[in-house]
Structure formats: C-alpha cells, structure tokens
C-alpha cells in the first residue's frame, strides 16, 4: 500500500497529464516506471542531477531535436529516430557513440501506451549501439502547444578515425559515394500523414538506422575517409550543396547513378516531389579519395543495409560551391538548394 | 503546369455525393480518384489523372504511333 | 507500355535533336506555355541539346504564378479568419501576394491546409461542420474541372460550411495576346498537352491562321517536348502554320467533353488579370451568379483591390519573351527564388525560377 494518500493512483492515468512534469510524485513514478525501466542505466539509476563520465581521447559531441509527424511510421517512431540520428551525427563526425542524454516534451493527453512504445524502441535502438542513456528530463505542456512527443537529445562518442573528418578535407578528384538507396524516409512519412489520401501498394519503410557498421566496414577496409555526411533533411541535394560550399568545391552528380528504389520514384511522380531533396535518416554520403573508391564501396556493399551502395559523382575543381547534375541525356544543370521544404505540386 | 500522371483504373465503385470514383495505381501507390469524367474507362484502363481526377483515358495505340514515328522502342 | 520510360528513352532524344538540327536552316523561336514543359526542359537541360539558332521561351505558363497579388491577399485574409480553413495545392502556398504568402498566414495564426484534390478540400467541409472550408482554386483548363466538380460535391451534399475562392485562367487567349505583342517574335507554339486534354483542339486553328504561327500540342517527358519542336520547326521551314497534336495519346480533337460542361455550368468566361501579363480578354473564369452560395467572394463580402507589382521586376518582358530570365538586371541579385520580386520567380515551374534553379551557372558566366 505504497500510496494512501496519492489522490489519484498512476496507474489510473492512460494519458499524459501536466502533474506528469509537475515535480511530485506522479512524475518520479512515470520516470521510475516507464523511463528507468527501459533505459535502466546505472548513472541514470543514481537519479541525480546529472552523470559523470570517464573521457579519455578525442570526444565527439552532438546536439539535436525532433519532432516528427506522425510519430509512429512504417520502420520506426520518434524514438529510434531520435538514437539513429543523434548515432549519425556522431558517425559523421567519425565516432563510435558511447553515451546520450534525452529530454521529453510531452504534450497533455499523450497516450501513455504510446510513450512506452517509443521509449521502447528508443531503448533498443541504443542498446543495438552501445549506447548508454545516461541522464534526461520530462516536460509537459498544455494539450495543443506540442506535437504529442518532442525530443531533445545531446550525443556523446569516442573519435575513432585516425584523422578528422570534415568538408575541409574534400578534394578535387575525390569519389562521392552513397549508402544506399534515398529517400526512403522522407516518403514513408509523408505517405502516412493525414489528409494526403494515398495509399500504398508497394513496399514503404522508413531507411530510419544507425550508420555505425557502415562506417565500421570503411575503416576495416582501411579506406582514406575524408568526409561523411548524413543527408536529412532536404536530402542528397541539399547535404552536397552543403559540402560544395563548405570545401568550395564543384560536386559533380551523375543523376542516373543515384540509387532511388522504383517505389519511392512512384510515389514521387505522384506528389510532384523531386527524390533527390527528400530526407534519408540511415544513409551517409561518403567523400574518399578515387583510388580508395572501389574498396569502400565493396565494403559498404557487404555491410547489411548498404547492398544498395553506390557511385554518385565526383569533386570538381569546376564550378565551386556548385553541384552539377549530368541527365541521362548528356545535359548538366545546376542541382540548387531549395527556398524550402518540398510540397505536393499541382504543375 | 498542370502535373499529371497516368494510372492504371483497378476498380470503380460510387464515390461520395454518388460520383464514379476508381481506385488508380500508379505503380506502387494507389489512390482514389474521381471518374466523373472519363465515363467510359474501365477496369485495365489507364487514365491520366490531374489533382484527384482522371482527365482523359490514354490511347496506347495513339502511343505506339508516337513512339513509332520518332523511332522509340515501345 | 509504361507509359513515361518510353518517353525519356536517351537515344531517341538524341535523333529528335539531330533531326531538329538538320532541319534547320534560320534561326526561329518557339514558346512553351506550360510550366510542366520549361520544368523538363531544365531538368533534363534541353536546350543544351538544341542547334544555336533555335532559342526557347518559357511562357507564363505557370498557373500558380500569374495568379494575381489581389486574390493571394484575399485568400490570406480569409485564412486569418477564425473559424475558416484555407485549402490549396502545396505549391500555392509558397507564392507571395503583395505582404505575404499562404505559409506566412499560417505562422500568423491561419489555418492553411495543402489538399492533393479540390474534392480532399470538400469531404474535410462535409467532416468537420464546425469550420467553413474555403478551396482556394486556382489553375488552367486543366484544373478548372477538378475545382467545379468540387462545387457540384458541395452541392450534391448540401454543405453550409465550403466555398471556394477561385482564380482560373484561360492560356489559349493568353498566346493570343502575346502573339499580338507587335514587340514580341513568337515564331511557333508548343501548346500544352493536359489543357488541350480538356479543351481539345478547337481553340487553336484560329491562332495559328491570324498570326501564322505553327502550334503544336506537346506532352511533358523529354521525348515529347523535342518531338514538338521538331515538328514545329518543321512546319516553320516549310512555311506552314497548322495545329498539329504530338500528345495524341492524352489528347482527343473534341478534348473532354464531359469536363467541359461541368466547368460551363459553375464558370463563365472573363476578361482577367494575369499576373504578369495584365488583363488578358476572356482569360479567365468567374463562378455564375447562379453558385453564389459556393463563391467565397460574395459569402464573405470580399473587396479585391488590385495590386502593383514592384516596378524593378520585369515579369512581363520575360513573359513575352522579350527578355530572357538571365538578361534581367534583378536575376539573382535583387530577385531569386527565396525574394522574388515577381511571379515567375516563384515556383520552379516559373520562368525565372527554371532558370534560377537549373542553370545558375549562367550568373557565373555573366559575372
């Protein structure tokens, strides 16, 4: 008889309620009950303010949020997405992650099913990783100011490239490699929103994964890499305009390389999308010097997941800060970023 | 302007308000769309389809004399 | 048949293009009018392909684009209304009025949804009777079916709570004008194949006889457009000036009767603003008195003032293809795609746009 005297037992809530952030003890049981039990790590035991962590050696750090609608889609929910980007992220910075904090914002009325659901698979996600959760917060806000779930997550990874990568690093000459086919994610979720009124026949998964073993397989294989990328959000385009600027270099793309599966180019035709801005959130896009092409993309293609690798362009000391797309007929344009996000065209 | 794709008519049924409705594929997504215009297309029929309707049923053999007269495979 | 591969074949691209320069013994100019067109034109960089002498102009033929700075207003203003939902196409959404676009309204606190069909706009109405639906219908002939069919739902269901805010424009009296341009030198038109699926053919002999033009009605992949200009180049050599249809499997002589009356029966033609071009004479459609309950511009009592467009955007010699996109002082300097000064700016199927996203590296040249 634990709590005679909560008024209202936790176990009668099935939705989140604000005394869910309110600091008293319908909080600490929702922290103690659904957080703790899937995460279940010892600094996060401690339930202190904070962790305390043994660095040694190069330290990659990440930041990032997300919000995502809706927030359970074909191949994952927001809380694997979460771990794969916040791993990605670090992967780019060629780091294997060790550790991540979370914060939740909850809006009133979420189903509490619903979070343990996504704090399930935000657990497993870490675990197939390594990765330990090692401290978070709870907010809740008032039904309509949140989008069920916001995620706020800061990632932390041991270096484990020889040297540092960065678009700085990219050079005329170099192959531009991707991890497998695009668009993926940004078309599964898109399809699942309200009101767009399609349905599928095919098959659409989210490519929502940790790039870790991708990045793994490149450095047994002992390929030079210069550069990672993971092209989110505004997809390939945007993360290759992205480096062109950066490294001012021209990126060279040949279009008819560019892996893109037959159902997401469908769906595409359909909502008048071009696949090459939509997001992925399990694909790198990989800068390596030429001679080392070949090996890394044999090793990328043995690598679960990356079958699909493939050689997508070239650096150019041509048009800096520019990507060029060559058309299957001979013809290049300029492949530019976008004003915004993309949106169902009717012309 | 005016994007529009062709699509293959899997089924008609009536739509709200009592209009011809089909379902459509257009390869590995489907979608409902209203048949009040293309009052002949049947099932197997493709359709080219504008903003939720079919505006004209396509003519493969008009396709095939395109194809044939630019030297296209078909 | 596939349908669209056959049309994107490489090889027979470049034959129509070998032909087109064996053809061709003057230069000569031929307008598209289609933003579907000048999208796969750049995107497959088309007149990379073409002899010299041939040049491309990209047409308003962008229906989101000339739709009037006044009417975006209007739809802006109702979306701020509370209690009304604004529906539209995604690519409506992004075009600036004269303070703003439809996205802008939304963070002001209206309620904007993107719809896939007019008829999505409809069934939200009939879902939801706590709010009023407005369908923001804009478009060519194309569209205007898709737009009075969802007046003819509304209808059919009784629905107190939808109307529609419309601005539909009519392209065939739009070539006409801009043949007429005694400044302009439109040799020959590609005409656009998913109107004429509507319309049909009966437009055109007309044109083509007064302005001794060639007009050939085209589809959309890059084996169509270069299999158009082909043809019309073709005609051109030969002295010809006929109506000609690349795009016969879409389009029928008589287009599509059935669509035509239902657009008859909620629309009659008018005189109407396109932005860009002015007033073109019947270039558009207006929604009879006789569906007054359905026309958002009489429910909601609204004034549409017409507005100027700023005086440095030169939209209208580019539209008439007096000035090509690069030619204009404001290209990517005091006008792209994240500021346009003017509609064909706006989405990527607008001229400038096209020509902004696909081929910036002419900038590069010039600088």
């Not at chain 1, 990045?215 to 505004?234: E, F, H, Q, Y």
């Not at chain 1, 480096?243 to 008048?272: K, M, N, Q, S, W």
């Not at chain 3, 006789?290 to 440095?312: C, G, I, N, Q």
Request: net charge negative.
């Amino acid at each position: 008889m634990a709590d005679a005297s909560c008024p209202v037992p936790f176990s009668t809530y099935e939705r989140v309620v604000l005394a869910h952030g309110g600091g008293g003890r319908v909080m600490h049981r929702l922290i103690d009950e659904l957080f703790l039990a899937a995460f279940g790590a010892d600094p996060l035991r401690a339930q202190h303010d904070g962790a305390v962590i043994e660095v040694s050696g190069l330290l990659a750090v990440t930041t990032d949020a997300f919000t995502v609608r809706p927030l359970v889609f074909p191949g994952g929910d927001i809380g694997s997405l979460a771990v794969h980007g916040t791993v990605n992220d670090l992967v780019c910075c060629g780091a294997t992650p060790t550790q991540m904090t979370v914060s939740f914002i909850l809006e009133e009325g979420l189903a509490l099913e619903r979070l343990r659901a996504i704090v399930g698979s935000m657990a497993a996600a870490a675990r197939e990783v390594g990765l330990t959760i090692v401290a978070g917060d709870t907010k809740v806000v008032e039904r309509g100011k949140g989008d069920g779930v916001f995620i706020s997550a800061t990632g932390l990874g041991r270096v484990i490239t020889p040297g540092p990568l960065s678009p700085s690093r990219v050079r005329p000459g170099d192959a531009v490699l991707v991890t497998g086919p695009v668009g993926d994610h940004g078309v599964a979720v898109m399809l699942e929103r309200e009101g767009l009124s399609v349905d599928t026949v095919g098959d659409f998964v989210s490519d929502a994964a940790s790039c870790l073993p991708q990045l793994r397989a490149l450095l047994d294989a002992g390929v030079d890499l210069r550069c990672l990328r993971d092209p989110t959000r505004g997809g390939l385009a945007t993360v290759l305009n992205e480096i062109a600027r950066a490294a001012e270099v021209g990126v060279h793309l040949d279009d008819a390389a560019v892996p893109v599966r037959a159902e997401v180019r469908d769906a595409c035709e359909l909502l008048g999308l071009d696949p090459l801005y939509v997001a992925c959130e399990g694909r790198l896009v990989v800068f390596v010097p030429e001679p080392d092409a070949p090996a890394a993309l044999a090793a990328l293609r043995a690598t679960p997941g990356s079958e699909g690798a493939a050689r997508v362009g070239a650096v150019t000391r041509e048009h800096a800060g520019l990507v060029m797309a060559a058309s299957s007929f001979g013809t290049t344009r300029v492949l530019d970023l976008l004003s915004g996000e993309q949106l169902p065209r009717i012309c | 302007m005016c994007l529009a794709i062709p699509g293959l008519v899997l089924e008609r049924f009536d739509g709200p308000g009592g209009l011809p409705f089909g379902n459509v594929r257009f390869g590995a997504v489907r979608r409902e769309v209203c048949l009040a215009y293309v009052p002949e297309a049947g099932v197997g029929d493709y359709v080219i389809v504008h903003v939720g309707f079919a505006i004209q049923r396509l003519d493969e053999a008009a396709a095939r004399e395109t194809l044939r007269l630019i030297g296209a495979g078909a | 048949m596939r349908w669209v591969d056959e049309f994107r074949d490489p090889a027979a691209a470049r034959r129509l293009a070998d032909g087109i320069a064996t053809a061709m013994t003057r230069p000569w100019t031929v307008m598209e009018i289609c933003g579907g067109q000048t999208h796969t034109i750049a995107r497959y960089g088309i007149e990379d392909l073409l002899p010299e002498g041939l040049t491309l102009l990209h047409g308003p033929g962008c229906p989101v684009c000339v739709t009037p700075l006044e009417i975006i207003e209007a739809a802006r203003a109702l979306a701020l209304r509370k209690g009304v939902v604004v529906c539209s196409f995604g690519d409506m959404l992004r075009v600036p009025g004269a303070r703003g676009d439809l996205l802008d309204a939304r963070s002001r606190g209206g309620d904007v949804r993107v719809v896939l069909s007019p008829l999505d706009a409809v069934q939200l109405a009939a879902r939801d009777p706590s709010q009023h639906y407005v369908l923001f219908g804009v478009g060519f002939e194309t569209t205007a079916p898709a737009t009075a069919m969802a007046a003819e739902l509304a209808r059919r269901l009784d629905l107190d709570n939808f109307s529609l805010l419309t601005s539909h424009v009519r392209v065939p009296p739009a070539m006409a004008q801009l043949l007429s341009d005694p400044e302009g030198h439109i040799d020959g038109f590609l005409a656009a194949g998913h109107v004429c699926a509507v319309e049909g053919l009966a437009d055109y002999p007309a044109i083509a006889a007064r302005f001794g033009a060639p007009i050939v009605i085209t589809g959309f992949e890059p084996v169509d457009i270069l299999d158009g200009l082909l043809r019309c180049v073709l005609q051109l050599e030969a002295g010809r000036h006929e109506v000609e249809n690349q795009y016969a499997r879409a389009v029928r002589a008589d287009g599509n009767p059935a669509a035509r009356a239902t657009v008859d029966a909620v629309f009659e033609v008018v005189d109407a603003p396109w932005r860009g071009l002015g007033v073109v004479k019947e270039g558009g459609l207006a929604m009879r008195s006789s569906w007054a309950r359905f026309d958002a511009r009489r429910r909601f009592d609204l004034t549409v003032a017409p507005a100027d467009e700023p005086t440095t955007c030169r939209s209208g010699l580019v539209l008439t293809g007096r000035l090509l996109p690069t030619q204009c002082p404001e290209f990517g300097r005091g006008c792209d795609p994240d500021r346009p000064l003017g509609a064909p700016m706006v989405s990527t199927e607008g001229a400038c746009a096209a020509y902004y996203q696909f081929r910036r590296s002419a900038i590069e040249e010039r600088a």
